[in-house]
Each structure stands twice: as C-alpha cells, then as structure tokens.
C-alpha cells in the first residue's frame, strides 16, 4: 500500500516540476490536494489497510502530502521569482528617478500669510466675519445710506432676503466693533464681491486684507507711518508709496495707496493697492447706536482704516501683469512660486 502512496507522490511531484503557470500549479493542487483529488482517494483507503499496517500508511500519507505541498510552494516561490525578472527585463535600475512633482503654495497664500505675519508683528489679531452680509453691516454702519452713490457703484450679489455678497472686507470692521472694546487693532483678510467686468485688473471676486486701528489719540500719521512700514517690509526697503487723497464713506480724510510697480522691460508705473483713511466719526456713532454704549463715542476715541487688494500685492509682489492668472490655475504658471 505505501508502496502504491510514494508512487502517487513521486508523480505529483515530478508533474508539478514540469508547470510553467500559475494557472496548471493551481490545477495540480486540485488534482492531487483536493477534497476529489488524489491523496483523498488514498486516504480514503485507510480503511481496507489491516490494522498493524495502519501506521506505517498514515504517515506515507502524511509525508506524500507534505512533499505534494512543499513541492508546488518552491515550484509557485520559482514562477513569481521568473516573473519579476521577466517584469523588469530590458529596465536600467540604476538611471536615475523620475523627479516627483512637488505642490506649493498659490501666490495669493503665500502674500496673505506674509501680509498677515507682518501686521502680527505689528501688534495686529486676526479678525473675521461672513461673506454672506447684511446690507447694515456693508453699507449702512459705513455711513453708506441707500441713496448713496458709492453703494450703485458697489452693486453686488443680492440673495433673497436683501442679504448680500460683501462688496468688501470693511464689514468686519463692524462686526469687531459690535463684539469688541477699545483698544481694538485688527486685520481682516476675506474673499469680496463685485459686478465688476473680468479684465487683466478685475475679478468679480477678489481678496482683500482689511485693517482697523481705534484708541485714544489715533493719528492720520499713525496710518501713513504703519502702512509705509507694510508695504516695505512686503516689497523691500527701496518700495516707494504715494498716498492720493480720495473719498470713502466711512474714513475721513480718505486716501488712496499706490505703490511702483516693476516690469521687467516696462516703464514704471503706479499702481493702487489699497484705500485707507481716518474712521469717520459717523461710522462710531452708529457703532454706539448699535452697542447701546459709549465705549466708540467720537469724543472718546478716534481710529483708522484700510482695505488691501491681496490679488494687487501678489501681482506687485512678482510683476503679474494679469489678475486672471490667479484663478486659471494653470500649472505652468503656478509652478514659478
Ligand atoms: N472698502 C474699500 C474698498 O473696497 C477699501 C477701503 C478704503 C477700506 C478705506 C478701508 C478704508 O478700511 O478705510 O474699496
């Protein structure tokens, strides 16, 4: 009977030499592994063999398994060892990697985070308030009533219910202003909204960093000294700013910023990077209307403004000529910063 067994065994072993697949390894273990296959039959034998033979044929049987089993695991360990080879044949693995492509940060964050840890150097906390306003916090509390024309210009995205998208950051001036006590010294930067035409300058959305500085004893030249300081400290010392009285709502003397901008192969040129003023004394009596207080009482305290374009400064920043660039996301572009 083990005689009958090492025949089995010697045959399962030499077929299962000669596989050259996966596919006829497999087909071998069922042959002679499985529940039908050849070992079971053997096994099934068991029963016919006379009792002191018992032994001796359960441990042929054990060892023909084993050898079955060892035998197809060098022969699978044999064919994947061929088949990595073959995967990688006519491969150089010593050229050097391709280069990873590496992400980065879009220009807009690095010159906000920049803009942002300069103003904290400054003494300035971050402040923040929602993109979907109400028409009070926009306008009216600005000293911008209904039938004002800065508001037409500054006609926007109305939802039902008269809110709006905001025109501008200098909402959160407000919402501080509603929360907080003076001294109060924050920099809001925020996405603002406008029906404006896309053209290489606009973008009906568009970012924007606003400040708010209100104490005892706030100076106008408090804001020409601190955002001089700004904007050299973002653009390097030799940055020349021009300060161009205009009219805000809600600064009184109101100016606009403007600082050189470089081309290479360019003349030049002036360009407008942010308003700013003195905080009109309407704008803290409504804030007083609204606290039911007097902590803003224009008697008490004074302050000023400002409002930057962060898509402005970016364009300064690296001399882009086209605010579009900032939102095509192409990667050509975005792979210079
Ligand atoms: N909100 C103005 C704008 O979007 C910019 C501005 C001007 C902000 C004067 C200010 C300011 O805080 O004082 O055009």
């Known amino acids: 009977m083990s005689v009958e067994i090492q025949k089995i065994q010697d045959e399962a072993v030499a077929g299962i030499s000669?596989?050259?697949?996966?596919?006829?390894?497999?087909?071998?273990?069922?042959?002679?592994?499985?529940?039908?296959?050849?070992?079971?039959?053997?096994?099934?034998?068991?029963?016919?063999?006379?009792n002191e033979e018992k032994p001796a044929f359960g441990a042929a049987l054990n060892a023909a398994r084993k050898a079955i089993g060892d035998a197809l695991e060098s022969k699978t360990a044999e064919l994947q060892d061929l088949a990595d080879k073959k995967s990688v044949e006519?491969?150089?693995?010593?050229?050097?990697?391709?280069?990873?492509?590496?992400?980065?940060?879009?220009?807009?964050?690095?010159?906000?985070?920049?803009?942002?840890?300069i103003l904290r150097r400054m003494g300035f906390?971050?402040?923040?308030?929602?993109?979907?306003?109400?028409?009070?916090?926009?306008?009216?509390?600005?000293?911008?009533p209904?039938?004002?024309?800065?508001?037409?210009?500054?006609?926007?995205?109305?939802?039902?219910g008269g809110k709006l998208l905001r025109t501008h950051t200098s909402s959160v001036q407000v919402r501080t202003m509603e929360q907080t006590t003076p001294p109060v010294r924050i920099i809001a930067p925020g996405s603002a909204y406008r029906r404006d035409d896309v053209d290489a300058t606009h973008l009906p959305v568009f970012n924007q960093l606003e400040g708010l500085y209100v104490d005892k004893d706030v100076k106008l030249g408090d804001l020409k000294g601190t955002l001089e300081y700004f904007l050299q400290a973002m653009f390097g010392d030799n940055t020349e700013v021009r300060f161009r009285?205009?009219?805000?709502?809600?600064?009184?003397?109101?100016?606009?910023?403007?600082?050189?901008?470089?081309?290479?192969?360019?003349?030049?040129?002036?360009?407008?990077?942010?308003?700013?003023g003195m905080v009109d004394p309407e704008v803290f009596s409504s804030i007083c209307g609204q606290r039911k207080d007097d902590v803003f009482d224009p008697e008490k305290v004074t302050g000023y403004a400002f409002g930057m374009g962060l898509d402005r400064l970016a364009m300064i920043q690296w001399g882009i000529k086209d605010i579009r660039a900032l939102i095509e996301n192409d990667v050509r572009f975005l792979a210079q910063f």
């Open 18 to 50: 000669t596989a050259t697949d996966e596919r006829a390894l497999e087909d071998a273990r069922v042959a002679y592994l499985g529940k039908k296959g050849t070992m079971a039959a053997a096994s099934a034998g068991m029963r016919d063999v006379p």
């Open 90 to 117: 006519g491969i150089d693995v010593t050229l050097p990697a391709r280069e990873l492509a590496q992400g980065g940060l879009h220009p807009l964050t690095i010159i906000k985070d920049r803009a942002i840890q």
């Open 125 to 144: 906390a971050l402040a923040d308030g929602p993109e979907i306003e109400t028409e009070f916090h926009c306008f009216d509390a600005l000293n911008t």
């Open 146 to 160: 209904d039938d004002h024309p800065a508001r037409n210009e500054k006609d926007t995205f109305y939802f039902d």
């Open 245 to 276: 009285p205009h009219f805000f709502p809600f600064t009184e003397p109101s100016f606009e910023i403007d600082v050189k901008l470089h081309v290479k192969g360019e003349e030049p040129k002036w360009i407008e990077v942010a308003g700013c």
